[in-house]
């Protein structure tokens, strides 16, 4: 989980590249550092450090210094702590590369290349430095290829070599590297977000294809040396939505985006009042022949897998697992070719997510991808791709996404539920009317944030607390504890309210924060008594619950009411309530609330 710039051309390289930097900063934070060719003497300069890229910029004053072709990296440390040496571009005899990704061999080949005594850092990135420098002969593809023949793991090396100028080199394996062309230049990066501004098309680097930027072309080489055609794709992200406008922190700004957001994700696809997915390609056919579903994602966006298996049970009485794309592949999972495979992933690019994916294509199961970054690995390796409309999300914590992935999951639900005649006369109307309520229902969550600021005031000194609630209220809460968690710090722990006095309940204590969550009609009663259970030993209890939903408000520290909804589509306002309670206690609490301590935004690393 690292960023990588590199540029090319007729420009200011310097600024290109820091700039670029910092909009890939939510990727890796801990350290960054750039090489720079000089357009005249054709040396080549580093300036690297731990810290921002914001600290990196004091080592970056070069005066009348010009330079028009360099690489740039901001690091999430994997091998080597967080430290000046350990900060990437590593430089190693005539090679100068940045890298992300994990060589898992690394210790083998520092001993196999006798490069021990030459390293200045504990990074796999230097050695593999090390590597290509000793099969560099003036031929660069060629170091090149014999050097990814030697790496296991996962990498996106980009590279300049010393006696070579303007040009950079690039490989892949699994870590995604984008390429296009700018109007001054050529450029790639880790994703398609640094490039928005300079670029209207791109191009994903195929895996194990040589990349060669040079000033006014773009070129691409199988290990062979054949020449590859470079296939672009359209940024249709309006880049503008990249950058904070004028709010403090990105989460901020993509949780209020989200009646937008929610709204582009679902429009397109109702027409006349029912939901069609012929534009996404997905053949009625995958949805009605099925007879389970396995969802695999991590983080985030398991936990919208995991509200949509309420959902999916409910109305289409056909089981789905949710696998945590990291277990997986080693729980020998049971599959067949009536399996429907659902990944979900934001980024498109977490490889857990992106190698059980693999896995079960390879025992022939058809998949569907729930995406918001388009062309990403996960969409290119899918059968089928639904893309979310969140647009780029920069905060780590997701929130945007989660709620597009939400209204992504309905759809398809909805649609498959017509295909298999699951649903009664006039049933598909009303879904699509709850569908279409969603915006409006966010909106009215947002409108009341200064009430969820003032609860938020409850848990600034708590160091632990507990989130209870049953089945869909459930699966919310734990993502409402994992925002919690991610930006705040605060120990928060999601749990199933009736599986509390099986052991946890043990641990409140008085005044421990409780938040409660009750939106599901068929469990009020036994979630209000779940709540008693825990008010009688003292907890601290903030209840969110539906509006329509009656209680003795003064039993509780704080109430928040939710607009009432179908059960099922409780979700998407409830959970807009708890991304707003993490971001105010995160940025109350005075923290980092779009950088949070040793978190990246797109995990690839197994
Ligand atoms: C959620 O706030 C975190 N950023 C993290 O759990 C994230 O959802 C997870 O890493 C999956 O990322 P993806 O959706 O890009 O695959």
Redesign the pocket.
């Known amino acids: 989980m690292c960023g990588i710039v590199g540029y090319t051309g007729n420009g200011p390289a310097a600024s290109l590249i820091l700039d670029s930097l910092e909009l890939l900063e939510y990727r890796g934070y801990d350290s960054a550092g750039l090489a720079l060719k000089d357009s005249e003497t054709g040396e080549t300069i580093l300036r690297k450090r731990a810290g921002r890229v914001q600290d990196l910029r004091y080592l970056c004053d070069f005066g009348s210094e010009w330079f028009n072709c360099g690489i740039g990296h901001t690091r999430w440390a994997t091998h080597g702590g967080v430290s000046n040496d350990n900060a990437h571009p590593h430089r190693f005899g005539k090679v100068v590369l940045v890298h992300n990704g994990i060589i898992e061999n690394y210790l083998e080949l520092r001993d196999q290349f006798l490069l021990s005594d030459r390293l200045k850092s504990d990074t796999d990135s230097e050695i593999a430095a090390g590597v290509m420098d000793h099969f560099y002969n003036k031929n660069p593809r060629q170091a090149i290829a014999e050097t990814v023949r030697y790496l296991k793991g996962t990498f996106s090396l980009v590279i300049m070599f010393e006696d070579i100028p303007d040009v950079i080199y690039a490989v892949r394996n699994v870590s995604p590297i984008v390429a296009s062309y700018t109007n001054e230049g050529t450029m790639l990066a880790s994703d398609v977000t640094a490039l928005g501004i300079h670029a209207k098309q791109y191009m994903p680097v195929p895996e194990m294809n040589i990349l060669e930027l040079h000033k006014d072309a773009i070129r691409l080489y199988d290990m062979k040396g054949n020449p590859q055609a470079c296939e672009f794709i359209d940024i249709d992200w309006d880049t503008s939505r990249a950058s904070k406008g004028n709010y403090p922190f990105y989460m901020e700004k993509e949780i209020m985006e989200q009646p937008e957001t929610v709204m582009k994700t679902i429009k397109s696809r109702i027409r006349e009042g029912h939901i069609d997915l012929t534009a996404d390609g997905i053949p009625d056919s995958i949805l009605a022949e099925c007879d389970s579903i396995c969802a695999i994602?991590?983080?985030?966006?398991m936990h919208a897998a995991l509200t949509a298996k309420n959902i999916v049970q409910s109305r289409l009485r056909i089981k789905m697992e949710v696998e945590c794309a990291s277990e997986f592949i080693y729980s020998d999972p049971i599959l067949d070719e009536r399996t429907l495979a659902i990944v979900?992933?934001?980024?498109?690019?977490?490889i857990d997510?992106l190698t059980a994916l693999k896995y079960v294509r390879s025992k022939g199961v058809r998949s569907i991808a729930v995406i918001n970054v388009k062309g990403s690995s996960i969409a290119r390796e899918s059968d089928y791709v639904i893309y979310t409309d969140a647009g780029p999300e920069i905060a780590?914590?997701?929130t945007k996404?989660f709620t597009a992935q939400i209204a992504a999951m309905m759809l398809l639900i909805g649609r498959m539920a017509v295909v298999r005649h699951a649903l009664k006369p006039g049933e598909e109307k009303s879904f699509v009317e709850n569908i279409m309520k969603l915006p409006e229902q966010i909106t009215s969550v947002l409108d009341r944030r200064r009430d969820i600021h003032v609860i938020a005031r409850q848990l600034l000194e708590a160091k632990d607390t507990f989130m209870i609630g049953r089945g869909l209220d459930y699966s919310i809460l734990l993502e409402g504890a994992?925002?919690l968690k991610?930006v705040s710090y605060i120990h928060t722990e999601a749990y199933a309210s009736g599986e509390l006095k099986h052991g946890t309940i043990a641990l409140i204590t008085e005044d421990i924060p409780v938040i409660a969550m009750v939106t599901q009609t068929k469990l009020i009663s036994k979630e209000l008594s779940n709540i008693r259970e825990v008010k009688t030993r003292g907890a601290n209890v903030i209840l969110f619950l539906r509006e329509d939903i009656d209680v003795n408000e003064a039993e509780f520290s704080k109430v928040f009411r939710l607009p009432a909804a179908s059960d099922d589509f409780m979700v998407i306002p409830a959970v807009t309530a708890l991304q707003l309670l993490a971001y105010y206690v995160s940025s109350d609490k005075g923290l980092d609330v779009d950088k949070p301590r040793n978190?990246a935004?797109?995990?690839t690393v197994e």
Do not use: M, W
């Open positions: 994602a991590c983080g985030t966006a979900i992933s934001q980024s498109g690019e977490t997510t780590v914590a997701s996404a994992l925002k991610e978190l935004k797109v995990v």
